[in-house]
């Protein structure tokens, strides 16, 4: 019998790889009419503008105003059904969330757990947020929000892992599309005035460190730009003065505490200040033109974008408009540039604006041609600037723990408490198993061991292991994706470890007889059935090891499920009670809570009915029975023969009438242990203490 079990697990395990592997399959992104329901009008869905699934998002004028894309083809990480949860993010062109929203996922613990309005609600905390603010999912971690560059958005209680798995997908696939589709955009820290560093600085250094940039334009040249248009022949000026000055521009950034000084008259230079202290993440740039073309025209309004100038950052648009400043220069400037006309323009650096880095002014030349509806023609001229990078800091960049810290340190007292707990209940059951059976208060200690799983690992702590984390890693090692998703859980991750040791030295037993919380509320209700004197159901060893195989086919069941139908996984994961009776405290609907509490009815007259006979996690556990390292359980030579009771006494039917333990159905539960050591009920000790041999006996 054992060989043929070992041999059908084995063929068991065969299938369920080449299922994975046959069934496994790369997402291909949403159609169009899949994808435009979600745009929000005015705004709509645009070209298709990658392979990925990144498409245009379209303002209410046709023009484009961001990109809308998925995350699952960018970011298939995969959540705790193995499945990558997969939404949709609308992202406006300075690199800001308009909308992320759920389209898919197989998440257990949302699709019939908590409901999916708490995960739909998530997502709404992203809008606003920038891809350059540091976004985590948590709470603060020592001294708070104060003075932190990271944005904490709100979890999900009892939901945590699946959120940050979520969090993950959306800033993974999110800096993907920023890389490629909107390189003008910063997405690190920008550079803002160093207020410690301070030089003496006059006009004529600007001039010579290139910090005071100048653009001329003669007239000829500005002729020259016209040639061959409408408007060659509308300047006459320029026509008879050629070599005169058309454009006399002068640029410089004023954000330098050094370079304002330098700049400007004590009064303007305290209203400079004054500004940035009430706007201190925009850029102030000072432009100068002493020529007759001006900087602004008759219709420009102050505090708006000048309607002659503008400029563009790694070729995408600067926004810069008027500061609305009074200006007066520094009387070190030459009189002919106080002179001239001057605006002091800003930009948000937040938008993306780096002022060390390249940019370009433009300014435009303007024509008019006719008398009463004259048509407008325009050139445009172009002065490049940078400002020194010594005049300017940059924030250190925030970079958020690993998800899996920020999990560790939410956890932290918690996973001490379980830790002591698992590691004192290892060194226990290695070092003084047989002591522990033989006590006369075994089974109150081991009662109270499985109230603290119970409580603390289960209800408390949701270390309740499933067989969707096992569908889960099996699915991403056939696909090839990353385990990483199992650190946001690390509380049943020592669980799962505690378990795996247990493969080695125990078998199944220590998982199943001491670390499943609702293995332990069976338990506590077949002692609550003995204790009532409910009539008890012992199925016969033929029907005990017939129904024993069905756990196997559930498993089976659930893995083909699992990469032919993957999307009614969900429902079909729950022939297993854990999620109800742990996990959501039986706050369920009623069929669930009604199957739940069904079988643990059904405990109080089957002992631990679930766990032997349609447990799919119980099936993998049993695999463990085959690969543990020894027999732990002691046997004599009479056990079996003629001795049965221990057999007898097996409430789990693992022991063969030849006496030999069946490791693949052992709930270490250590009835047997205890027996085997007491002197009053183990026969073979009873008989030898009575000075007869089991032989003798067995001849009369």
């Given amino acids: ?54 498409w245009q998002l379209l303002n209410s004028g046709g023009a484009e105003a961001g990109f809308v894309f998925e995350t699952e083809p960018m970011a298939p990480l995969p959540g705790f059904s193995g499945a990558p949860i997969n939404l949709l993010v609308v992202l406006d062109l300075d690199g800001r969330f308009i909308d992320v929203k759920l389209l898919s996922h197989n998440e257990p613990i949302f699709v019939s757990g908590l409901g999916q309005a708490a995960f739909h609600k998530f997502f709404e905390q992203y809008r606003g947020h920038s891809i350059t603010d540091s976004l985590v999912v948590g709470t603060p971690y020592g001294s708070g929000t104060d003075g932190s560059a990271l944005v904490y958005l709100d979890g999900v ?27 003008g955009i910063a997405t690190g820290p920008p550079a803002y005035p160093d207020p410690a560093h301070d030089e003496a600085l006059g006009w004529q250094d600007l001039v010579d460190q290139g910090i005071a940039r100048r653009l001329t334009v003669t007239n000829a040249e500005v002729d020259a730009a016209f040639a061959g248009t409408l408007w060659e022949d509308d300047d006459p000026d320029a026509r008879d003065y050629p070599d005169e000055t058309y454009l006399d521009l002068w640029v410089v950034d004023l954000g330098p505490p050094a370079v304002g000084r330098a700049v400007l008259s004590d009064d303007s230079l305290a209203e400079l200040r004054q500004f940035m202290s ?16 001006g900087l602004i025209t008759e219709d420009f309004v102050r505090n708006t974008a000048p309607d002659l100038i503008s400029a563009e950052q790694g070729g995408f648009p600067v926004a810069f408009r008027d500061a609305d400043l009074s200006i007066e220069l520094h009387a070190d400037v030459p009189e002919e540039i106080r002179d001239g006309t001057a605006l002091i323009l800003r930009t948000d650096r937040r938008l993306g604006f780096d002022p060390t880095a390249d940019w370009i002014l433009q300014i435009k030349a303007l024509r008019e041609h006719g008398m009463f509806q004259p048509q407008i023609g325009a050139a445009t001229f172009e002065l490049p600037y940078s400002a020194p990078e010594r005049f300017f800091a940059r924030a250190e960049v925030v970079k958020p723990s690993p998800p899996w810290v920020d999990a560790l340190r939410n956890r932290v007292t918690d996973l001490a408490v379980l830790g002591v707990f698992l590691a004192g209940l290892t060194v226990l059951l290695v070092r003084a198993q047989t002591s522990l059976a033989s006590h006369p208060q075994f089974t109150p200690i081991r009662l109270g061991i499985l109230a603290f799983m119970t409580v603390f690992v289960g209800w408390w702590g949701q270390g309740q292991l499933s067989i969707a984390t096992v569908l889960a890693v099996l699915r991403t090692g056939v696909d090839g994706g990353s385990f990483a998703f199992l650190l946001y859980d690390p509380f049943s991750l020592m669980v799962w470890a505690a378990a795996i040791l247990g493969f080695v030295l125990w078998g199944r037993g220590f998982f199943c007889g001491w670390l499943c919380p609702f293995g332990a509320l069976q338990e506590f209700a077949n002692h ?40 009614r996984l969900d429902k079909a994961i729950e022939v297993e009670p854990f999620k109800t009776a742990i996990t959501t405290f039986f706050i369920r609907e ?12 059904l405990s109080m007259v089957l002992f631990k009915g679930f766990c032997r006979y349609l447990c799919p996690l119980g099936a993998v556990m049993a695999i463990g029975g085959q690969i543990r390292g020894r027999d732990w359980i002691a046997r004599r030579a009479a056990c079996g023969s003629p001795c049965q009771l221990c057999r007898v006494k097996c409430s789990y039917g693992a022991i063969a009438k030849t006496g030999e333990i069946q490791y693949s159905e052992c709930f270490q539960c250590l009835d047997c242990v205890s027996i085997h050591e007491d002197k009053a009920r183990c026969v073979p000790l009873v008989l030898a203490a009575r000075g007869r041999g089991i032989h003798k006996v067995a001849a009369e």
């Fill in 590 to 601: 009623w069929y669930y809570v009604a199957y739940a509490a069904g079988l643990l009815l």
């Fill in 1 to 54: 019998m054992m060989r043929v079990r070992s041999a059908f697990l084995a063929a068991m395990l065969a299938s369920i790889l080449w299922v994975f592997c046959a069934a496994a399959a790369v997402a291909e992104p949403l159609l169009r009419e899949d994808i435009a329901p979600h745009i929000v009008p005015p705004m709509s869905l645009g070209d298709r503008i990658s392979d990925t699934g990144v």
């Fill in 278 to 293: 009430i706007s201190a993440m925009d850029e102030p740039v000072l432009v100068i033109e002493t020529a007759r073309h």
């Fill in 157 to 183: 209680t009892k939901a945590t892992a699946s959120v940050r798995i979520a969090h993950e997908s959306v800033l993974a696939a999110t800096l993907q599309v920023a890389r490629e589709k909107m390189n």
């Fill in 528 to 567: 609550l059935g003995r204790l009532l004197r409910v009539p008890q159901i012992t199925p016969s060893p033929v029907w005990d090891a017939r129904l024993k195989w069905l756990k196997y086919a559930v498993l089976a069941g659930l893995v083909v499920v699992a990469f032919t139908a993957p999307a």
